[in-house]
């Protein structure tokens, strides 16, 4: 029994197997080498976090014109807002990067 990554390589794509699977026509290993992959990841952290801004930038501003003064939350939305602006900056910067 071999270990490694040719064994884990060899269990996600079997060409013995390609009449079982849809695996025909996806090019081989192409997941793991694609170059666009690191700018996919801190692309998409980007947007996260910027959802994240936006959402607890909401909720902040609920927070500010409740009715009821006494009616406190727990959550800490501007700090929550300031973390997500800075992790959407950096990752925008490594996705603009190419990292």
């Keep these: 029994m071999q270990t490694g990554v040719s064994s884990i390589c060899e269990w996600i794509y079997n060409p013995e197997l390609d009449h079982l699977f849809f695996a025909h026509h996806i090019p081989r290993m192409a997941w793991f080498t694609s170059a666009f992959e690191g700018l996919q990841f801190w692309t998409s952290m980007s947007l996260f976090s910027a959802m994240v801004v936006a959402i607890s930038s909401f909720a902040d501003w609920r927070r500010s014109r409740r009715r009821d003064i006494n009616a406190v939350g727990?959550?800490?939305?501007?700090?929550i807002t300031l973390l997500g602006v800075l992790a959407s900056v950096i990752s925008a910067a490594l996705a603009l990067k190419g990292f």
Aim: glycine share 0%; net charge neutral; no cysteine.
């Design 74 to 79: 727990f959550m800490p939305w501007t700090a």
